[in-house]
């Protein structure tokens, strides 16, 4: 901008730019008007915005200790070849082992052909004693400090079937006689409403009735965990804390795998053992024999004896979910 | 178009060689786009001090984000229990304001209302400053923000139609866009000095009327449709979230109105304040109507479904966090109701000023608070877990409020410099009177 | 007719909503139609499907009493049931043992309103008995369980009571169960009070205050 000492303006400006057209006082001394000060002051303050919002956000750069490209670059579940598949198993083989110290072998077990889980719970003999959520706690290798597990049982008032007379935090021996005892796990819907919610399809109900979650697609956004009537699902608010030598080593991508901050998580009916033919942990611990678990596509199972000689029940059945989890009584 | 840059104009951002070419459309919107932005962080002290405030707490809040990122959101007060809080309360509440804000258009386009017409743009510029900040709270909200791009159809998977948060992201960005069209045009148009062409605009225009109804409808879908949350579970959520929306749109238009009277010293907007406050006369009515329906419903009929109520209204079983919150909401909105049926508010600035902001807290805190939380408490299992916002989520929300009122301000001084001509385009034809002000408005 | 944008600006967006309205169906088509394939394993190819064994846990030996003496070998010197119980008078009423200083002290019985002998076998007393006289080792415990209560076999053949260890597909693993007496004491078959384990300490959490 050309201005003579006359404080004229040698050019008539057309207001195209940022100043008035040179119309302002000048210095006596420097001789400028101030728009150089102007300037700096203000590339000043804009440099030291910017370095201020990146030290903010400073935090941020810490998170490649958690993640890597490799993960954020990982398509979902369902369109992994099976070599892309094994790629991502041997590096999260490779991360548990850097991060928690520990080695395990992670498997991806694809549900059987021609079976449907199904799980019962004896009413009449389940005895509080949270074995089922312990055995599920160590299997899953869910956060220690928080005693995470999928299970959570209610110590419910005889006579009554309000979850709001139930309590979770019971600490004396059990069982007492005014009361019974009922674990709530998912009841892996055949119409989930947490399936339904998911924006991005990170879980999903498989052909074996399993609603699994991929761990690695799911961006934390816990719509499934507001549509979960049973409060089945789980958040892992923080990385889980859980010391190396209590890690279960047998592992399966969709199943009991570490599973990263800032996911979502829930029962898989221990997908891990159950597509080989295993018992799922609970059952196993259970030491009364309250559960029941197995194909209700076989005629000649235990789960469809009991849905055809007990009386049987599903919680919240009104919703029109059709939980795949069923609760009897034997008298 | 435009006429080739006369040779007469010194300051010109064409280079020489290309002064006799005509200077393509997008050149010359990228141009407008510059000056505006550099003109608009120009400013008195006051401007100063109101910018660098809101730089420091939206400082603030992006550390808290940064930090909630890297250690998780054990950091917020949320739990397994009650898994959405104070960031998705404030996204809830900013949809609806971005629905009220072009609540203006109405009146401006559909039923002619000439002095309506030139501070429309108030509220579409309210609009965007909304979307945007809803948006943020949403990516705040993300327990793996990183991982956004799943959501990109085509890149990612996109759950689109059997989940309604892909509606919500669909609208929520589209209407971002309309009124970015609307006004980016609109204001490019002024700034060339050129008549706008009604086919550019009012078609969207038009569309953004009825996307306003959407996105909020859709939003209260992502909660209504929720059978296992009998709370929300109700029929009268998206009509109860729409007539809250235009009682918070229009009051915040009123007060930003004054406030860009005593800024810039013009007097404007005395048709649209009346028109506004006629609008929430009604809509506030029909609020505090559905308020009741809501208290009659759960209350006459009791039960279990209404243990949500119970906790909000009367606390349950010894645990009442939320008591005082619905009651301080309720009382601001029957104050401001009384205030604005006052038939002498419109020449009360004090009353009128009082009422909007008694509205807008009020309803703040109805619908985020008192409408987000009480849903989870007690959870689907009945348990009672209790919910009070953490120092993180309190200063992540305090940030993005920042930044919307940044957003905000920046972009009504770009329309007030272009109104008042501080901010034109030389080198077009000038087929607009050059006394184009807001002051004018009340003449046309 | 002249079909231009510029004088037809609702096509625009008659246009707009088509387009929109047909990407949507053509992705929600996509999703259901196209999904990678993911059909699972036919796990029974290649299999004998042989079933394994499901066992149960033994029931208890023969009872032996230890006399408290010990041999030249420092082994404890046992004695069979019918090494007293030959000389004594079998006493068919006898429902409690707190009386009894000679042997079976501490013993402790609640079940119900049966008498030592409705099971114990008087002929015998190395063995047990059935209630039309049948003698059943003390190994076969079960089957004089089952007896009485019928309900709880029938439920514990079906898997619904007493649990189990192994594997739900017989034919890829096998099962092993508990025996009644494992978890019910035959003369105080109550199932005891235990302390629960685990309880939950989640993030934020308030107990019930009820």
């Known amino acids: 901008m050309n201005h003579s000492e006359t404080n004229k303006p040698i050019t008539p400006c057309s207001g195209n730019c940022s100043c008035d057209g040179g119309s302002r006082e000048k210095d006596p001394w420097t001789g400028n008007d101030g728009s150089n000060r102007r300037a700096v002051l203000k590339g000043l303050g804009a440099t030291l915005g910017v370095a201020a919002y990146a030290k903010a956000l400073a935090p941020l750069t810490e998170l490649t200790q958690q993640t890597s490209m490799a993960e954020f670059l990982q398509k ?146 816990r719509y499934c965990e507001a549509a979960c009537p049973y409060h089945a699902r789980r958040f892992n608010w923080q990385k889980p804390e859980i010391a190396a030598e209590e890690i279960n080593p047998d592992q399966g991508y969709l199943s009991n795998r570490i599973r990263p901050q800032g996911v979502m998580e829930k029962c898989t009916f221990c997908l891990h053992r159950t597509r080989n033919g295993r018992l799922p942990a609970c059952l196993e611990a259970c030491p009364t024999g309250a559960r029941v678990f197995g194909d209700l596509n076989d005629p000649d199972s235990e789960i469809r004896w009991v849905l055809e000689n007990k009386r049987v029940f599903v919680l919240k059945e009104e919703l029109g979910l059709k939980p795949q989890f069923f609760y009897f009584f034997d008298e | 178009m435009n006429n080739p840059a006369s040779s007469s104009d010194p300051v010109s951002l064409v280079s020489p060689s290309t002064a006799a070419k005509t200077v393509p459309e997008w050149r010359q919107y990228l141009r407008f786009l510059w000056n505006a932005f550099s003109q ?113 159809p085509g890149l990612g998977k996109f759950n689109f139609p059997v989940s309604m948060l892909t509606w919500d992201v669909i609208v929520l960005n589209g209407y971002l866009v309309i009124n970015l069209h609307i006004c980016g045009y609109l204001l490019y148009k002024r700034f060339r000095g050129q008549a706008p062409s009604t086919k550019m605009y009012v078609p969207a225009v038009l569309l953004s009327i009825v996307w306003a109804i959407s996105i909020h409808t859709v939003t209260a879908f992502l909660y209504c449709g929720l059978g296992g949350r009998p709370f929300w579970n109700t029929a009268m959520l998206a009509p109860r979230f729409l007539a809250s929306a235009f009682v918070s749109g229009p009051a915040f238009i009123i007060v930003a109105i004054q406030i860009i009277r005593s800024q810039t010293g013009r007097m404007f907007g005395e048709g649209a304040i009346r028109t506004l406050v006629s609008i929430i006369r009604i809509t506030i009515l029909i609020n505090l109507l559905m308020v009741v329906s809501e208290v009659f419903v759960e209350f006459y009929t009791g039960g279990s479904h209404t243990s949500a109520a119970k906790y909000l209204y009367f606390g349950l079983h010894g645990h009442n966090e939320l008591v005082p919150w619905i009651w301080t909401a309720l009382t601001f909105t029957l104050v401001a109701v009384v205030l604005f049926m006052q038939s002498n508010v419109n020449r009360r600035p004090v009353i009128l000023n009082v009422a909007c902001l008694l509205a807008f807290v009020g309803l703040w805190i109805e619908k985020g608070m008192g409408m987000i939380i009480p849903a989870f408490v007690p959870s689907t299992l009945h348990e009672i877990v209790e919910y009070r916002p953490s120092l993180t989520e309190w200063k992540v929300t305090a940030g993005i409020w920042a930044l919307g009122f940044m957003i905000y301000t920046l972009l009504l001084k770009i329309t007030i410099n272009v109104h008042s001509r501080k901010l034109r385009d030389a080198s077009g034809a000038r087929t607009i009177r050059s006394e184009d002000s807001l002051a004018m408005s009340s003449e046309e | 007719m002249n079909l231009s944008l ?163 597909d017989l034919t890829r693993g096998p099962r092993e169960r508990n025996n009644c007496v494992n978890c019910h004491d035959p003369h105080y078959p109550e199932f005891p009070l235990v302390q629960p384990v685990l309880p939950p300490h989640d993030r934020i959490s308030v107990p019930a205050k009820h």
């Open chain 1, 76 to 221: 979902h579940y369902k369109e992994l070849t099976t070599d892309e598949i094994t790629v991502v198993l041997d590096r999260l083989t490779r991360e548990t082992k850097e991060q928690y110290g520990a080695d395990v072998t992670i498997s991806d077990p694809k549900p059987i052909e021609g079976v449907k889980f199904g799980y019962g719970l004896n009413l009449s003999i389940c005895n509080g004693c949270r074995k089922c959520a312990e055995a599920c706690h160590l299997e899953n290798n869910h956060d220690r400090p928080s005693n995470q597990s999928y299970i959570r049982v209610f110590e419910m008032t005889k006579g009554s079937m309000d979850f709001e007379k139930g309590n979770v935090h019971y600490e004396h021996p059990v069982p007492q006689p005014d009361k019974y005892y009922m674990p709530v796990q998912c009841q892996q819907c055949e119409h989930p409403p947490c399936v339904d919610v998911c924006p991005v399809e990170a879980t999903w109900k498989e052909k074996d009735g399993i609603v699994v979650v991929d761990y690695n697609w799911c961006i934390g956004c």
């Open chain 2, 40 to 152: 608009s962080v120009e400013g008195g002290w006051k401007f100063y001090v109101w910018m660098t405030l809101l730089t420091a707490v939206f400082l603030v809040g992006a550390n808290a984000w940064a930090v909630q990122v890297r250690d998780g959101m054990a950091l917020t007060s949320m739990s397994d229990h009650v898994s959405w809080g104070l960031y998705i309360a404030n996204f809830t509440f900013l949809v609806g304001l971005a629905a009220g804000g072009v609540m203006m258009v109405i009146p401006a386009y559909l039923y002619h209302d000439e002095q309506m017409h030139d501070i429309v743009i108030i509220g579409e510029l309210l609009a965007i400053a909304a979307i945007i900040m809803s948006i943020m709270f949403v990516v705040c909200d993300l327990g793996r923000p990183d991982r956004f791009w799943h959501m990109i």
């Open chain 3, 6 to 168: 510029k004088r037809h600006p609702k096509l625009v967006w008659i246009g707009f909503a088509v387009l929109a309205t047909v990407c949507s169906l053509a992705v929600v088509w996509a999703q259901k139609n196209l999904k990678a394939s993911s059909d699972p394993e036919s796990a029974n190819v290649g299999r004998t499907l042989t079933v394994f064994p499901v066992t149960v846990k033994p029931g208890p030996p023969t009872p032996q009493l230890d006399t408290g003496l010990k041999d030249g070998r420092g082994t404890a010197i046992t004695a069979a049931c019918s090494t007293c119980h030959t000389s004594t008078t079998p006493n068919v009423s006898r429902n409690t043992a707190d009386d009894l200083f000679q042997a079976h002290r501490g013993l402790s019985y609640n079940h119900g309103n049966l008498t030592c002998l409705s099971c114990h076998n008087s002929k015998d007393y190395d063995t047990l008995h059935l209630a039309d006289g049948h003698r059943v080792a003390f190994p076969d415990v079960m089957t004089l369980c089952s007896q009485c209560h019928g309900t709880a076999m029938r439920d514990y053949l079906h898997g619904s009571h007493g649990g189990m260890n192994g594997y739900w």
